[in-house]
């Protein structure tokens, strides 16, 4: 006899069927039974966690110009093996601020908030609210300005202090940038200061600036120049050495006139002998060409403004100087410099009373005293 379920029409026995049935409801049964134990089974614990402040859609022409804090504690319950995971979701707090307007805002912080999964709830958050103060965002322009203090060393000056950047622009909140007009650098102490230098300083800087450009410095360029005065001597004697031989010139005495600093005039009385001066020949000829050189172990530079006259004519050895035939440039030239220093040269003063003494101040070189006519000079009987 065939069993009843190998029916000649093929069709799966009604018996059969049933036995699947109860084995599938066996293995959920099972299942429901292992996620009890992992997790229904498992003990409740309350935990406190950290969750981030998300801002989004934050309008471009606005900026949140507050402190606030980036971070609210939030105490969470749930089975132990699903806290353990929260950190890893990423959970935050967002705050949508796409319609907002300039102006003071207060974001309540509410249990519904937090988007934790499904199996934890949320028992307390703290704040309970947080307050953000929406600024419209400015760009301006701030001219950086060097602070000092003391002054530089005697006898040098400040020539200038320039910073660079000299100018630095800020991208901010209105009511931090608007109530300033400059950046200030930290205080330069220039005590005792004789040289010019490159520094690094920092900026003053308010925290909320330093919140938006963070700690900035500048690069000063410290130019110190040294005190001069403007000095004219006269009567120099000119020394010409050619071929190892001290030779005479005409004139034997110029006038120089310099810059000279103010240290070396303190020391020195005679400021002739901080120089030396002489004359260079060229070619042979008899026209030599003026000039001064500063004592060797002087360390202070002098500048030389100039020389009258700056060329000399050479003499011949035994031949007397009234033997050349000397231009009117080089006569008048000799005198503006041979009058304050005549000794024992006496002046025709009838010639004299037909000279007229003109002062060029046409220039901005010292003044020279020019003869409008050639005075006649005797030697004194």
């Known amino acids: 006899m065939k069993p009843f379920w190998n029916t000649p029409s093929g069709r799966q026995n009604p018996a059969k069927r049933v036995s699947k049935d109860w084995v599938l409801r066996l293995a959920s049964i099972l299942l429901a039974v292992v996620l009890w134990f992992y997790v229904g089974g498992e003990d409740t614990v309350e935990k406190n966690v950290m969750v981030p402040i998300e801002i989004i859609n934050l309008p471009r022409d606005l900026v949140i110009s507050n402190q606030f804090k980036k971070e609210i504690e939030v105490t969470v319950s749930g089975p132990r093996s699903l806290l353990l995971d929260l950190a890893d979701r990423g959970v935050t707090r967002q705050v949508d601020l796409s319609a907002a307007v300039p102006g003071t805002m207060v974001i309540e912080n509410s249990n519904q908030h937090i988007p934790v999964p499904r199996g934890v709830t949320v028992q307390r958050v703290k704040p309970s609210s947080i307050i953000l103060s929406l600024d419209k965002l400015i760009q301006k322009a701030f001219p950086v300005i060097a602070k000092t203090s003391g002054f530089v060393e005697e006898g040098y000056y400040l020539k200038s202090l320039k910073t660079d950047p000299d100018v630095i622009t800020i991208t901010g909140p209105s009511t931090v940038l608007s109530p300033l007009d400059e950046l200030y650098t930290q205080v330069i102490n220039l005590l005792g200061v004789k040289q010019s230098a490159q520094l690094q300083v920092p900026l003053e800087l308010d925290p909320t600036v330093v919140d938006l450009i963070g700690e900035t410095s500048v690069t000063v360029d410290l130019i110190v120049g040294l005190e001069t005065l403007t000095k004219t001597m006269t009567g120099v004697k000119v020394h010409v050495v050619i071929d190892g031989v001290l030779r005479k010139v005409m004139p034997e005495v110029v006038k120089v006139t310099a810059n000279i600093p ?82 024992n040269i006496e002046v025709d003063r009838r010639e004299e009373e037909k000279a007229e003494l003109m002062v060029d101040e046409s220039s901005d070189s010292p003044l020279v005293i020019r003869a409008s006519n050639k005075k006649k000079i005797k030697p004194a009987e």
Request: net charge negative; aromatic share 2%; no cysteine.
């Open 262 to 343: 103010k240290l070396l005039i303190e020391k020195e009385t005679d400021l002739k002998k901080l120089l030396t001066v002489t004359a260079m020949q060229t070619d042979g000829e008899e026209m030599l060409k003026v000039k001064v050189i500063p004592r060797p172990d002087i360390d202070l530079p002098i500048e030389i403004i100039s020389i009258i006259p700056s060329n000399v004519l050479l003499v011949n050895d035994g031949e007397p100087v009234s033997g050349y035939s000397l231009s009117t440039t080089l006569v008048e030239e000799v005198a503006a410099v041979a009058i304050p220093d005549m000794g």
